[in-house]
């Protein structure tokens, strides 16, 4: 089955400076990748999205960039704000009908002000 | 309509109760899931329904017991419990293939 693993497991930036995180998959099948933002107590929300048929997506401050051959996506987050700590986590699952998502171990991101 | 509620928010139970979880969507969805999520760890998939039939089942101890009643709703039925299954119960729901919307899980604590 698929695998997926996340790094870093926790992530401290100042507010402002840019955050990556990092994803690697193993089912060369896989080609939906989700990113989820989840707050504490809150429900994982959709960020952004990539399949793979795209190498990069881009929107406002997030991008997400892929890379098939390495099996490997990232997240790339810009101008970071105290609002943006939350736990980060990525997913990988094959485009077809219902299936399994994979997901990381997540990432908790922290800005400081 | 386009928010997965679930209810209750929060449940405690003994051991020896059965207790149900609720999810309803109106976004038109055909696949609906069932996640369990333990404190700092990422969702854990236990079933998948599309189109109204179980089609992925992740060896869930058969105490838990899904049922899709039509295309909005997915029930979990809780029976004989144990405390490790205290976690959040997450509900999601897509269009096959596209991202999942998550409701907001209810929080059971098994005593």
């Known amino acids: 089955g698929e695998n997926v693993e996340q790094h870093p497991s926790t992530l401290s930036v100042q507010e402002g400076d840019s955050a990556v995180i990092k994803c690697t998959y193993s089912?060369?099948?896989?080609?939906?990748f989700p990113w989820y933002k989840q707050e504490l107590g809150k429900r994982p929300q959709l960020i952004i999205d990539?399949?793979?048929?795209?190498g990069e997506k881009k929107d406002q401050r997030i991008a997400v960039t892929l890379n098939k051959t390495a099996k490997h996506f990232s997240l790339h987050i810009t101008e970071t704000q105290p609002e943006d700590s939350a736990v980060y986590f990525c997913?990988?699952?094959?485009?077809?009908?219902?299936?399994?998502?994979?997901f990381g171990d997540g990432t908790t991101l922290t800005v400081k002000p | 309509d386009t928010e997965v509620t679930q209810t209750p928010k929060h449940l405690v139970m003994g051991m020896t109760n059965k207790k149900s979880l609720k999810c309803e969507q109106h976004?038109?969805?055909?696949?609906m899931y069932w996640y369990k999520q333990k404190a700092k760890k990422p969702p854990e998939l236990m079933f998948v329904?599309?189109?109204?039939?179980?089609?992925i089942n992740e060896s869930v101890p058969s105490r838990f017991s899904p049922e899709c009643p039509n295309s909005s709703l997915l029930n979990l039925h809780l029976h004989a419990l144990q405390p490790e299954d205290s976690a959040l119960y997450l509900c999601?729901?897509?269009?096959?293939?596209?991202?999942?919307?998550f409701g907001p899980g209810t929080r059971l604590t098994v005593l």
């Open positions: 990539i399949r793979s048929n795209v």
């Open positions: 089912d060369s099948a896989s080609n939906y």
């Open positions: 976004m038109g969805h055909r696949a």
């Open positions: 997913a990988a699952s094959i485009d077809t009908n219902a299936g399994k998502s994979t």
């Open positions: 999601a729901s897509s269009h096959p293939g596209y991202e999942q919307f």
């Open positions: 329904y599309s189109y109204e039939k179980l089609s």
